[in-house]
């Protein structure tokens, strides 16, 4: 979004006689090697490592996520405010689109009446709409994974969901090209992405335009009991500009996921 702005000594009894101390026994090596074993028999189990695959059986996942993505249509709405230094909206672009895929999978999108826009002092890219489009709802898929290096963080409960934490960064900055930085949240047991927090990348900046792009958060759902589908995008950042800071929140809502052909349809509401 470019700105258009850390023994002591025997004891002695009152008669005079000294008071003999008992030689304590010396501890018994074999019951206090049976008392460690049940202690270690009882200490809760370690937490388990992930598969040394983890990155491809997320990515297999992921592509059987996007297989049935495909044949769904959804409904797709973009709030962006542009913030003044009290937190408060000064400029406003929005837009809803229905997006459809062909029986061969090619996209299509079908916009919901005009978008309106009077933001200030942004103006919107094709950087912009590209991230809306494949990167805030980011499906890392075998023939993607290619692209990113991928590190294990730990594990975390993340939605009520016992989850590895993956940081995910471009292995390269291709020209012409958006990828995602960050974190990943993935579910135990089959491997799917429960939630993704970070960037697109690259920032843009030439000697005479900034085109700058915010933090963000995204969130899943399983849709039809098995995959999960993005649901809703936020950011709430200051994008800084060589001329100031400029304040933004981002809202994207994935809703009415509907399978081809199916007669009910799933409204997902904003968190």
């Known amino acids: 979004m470019p700105f258009q702005r850390a023994y002591a000594n025997p004891i002695t009894h009152k008669s005079g006689q ?73 400029g406003q672009y929005r837009e809803a689109r229905d997006v459809i895929f062909s029986p061969h999978h090619d996209r299509s999108e079908t916009p919901l009446g005009n978008p309106t826009n009077t933001l200030k002092n942004l103006s919107l890219t094709d950087e912009d709409f590209a991230d809306i489009r494949n990167i805030q709802p980011l499906v890392l898929t075998v023939d993607r994974l290619w692209n990113y290096d991928t590190k294990f963080r730990g594990e975390e409960t993340m939605e009520d969901v016992d989850c590895w934490v993956l940081q995910v960064r471009p292995r390269q900055i291709l020209q012409g090209q958006r990828f995602f930085d960050g974190m990943i949240w993935v579910d135990k047991k089959d491997y799917n992405i429960v939630r993704m927090e970070g960037q697109a990348v690259p920032q843009i900046r030439t000697m005479k335009t900034e085109n700058l792009f915010p933090r963000f958060t995204t969130i899943r759902k399983p849709v039809d009991g098995k995959h999960w589908f993005p649901v809703y995008t936020y950011a709430d950042d200051t994008l800084h500009f060589r001329t100031g800071g400029q304040r933004i929140r981002l809202r994207i809502a994935y809703s009415t996921y509907k399978r081809f052909g199916a007669e009910s349809t799933l409204i997902v509401k904003e968190p």
Do not use: M
Not at 23 to 42: E, H, M, N, Q
């Open 18 to 90: 000294p008071i003999h101390r008992v030689a304590r026994k010396p501890p018994d090596v074999f019951a206090i090697a049976l008392i460690l074993a049940s202690v270690i028999l009882t200490a809760p189990a370690q937490a388990g490592e992930p598969p040394p695959n983890l990155a491809k059986l997320v990515a297999q996942r992921e592509t059987e996520t996007e297989t049935e993505r495909n044949e769904y249509t959804y409904r797709q709405s973009v709030t962006i405010d542009e913030l003044d230094d009290h937190g408060a909206a000064r």
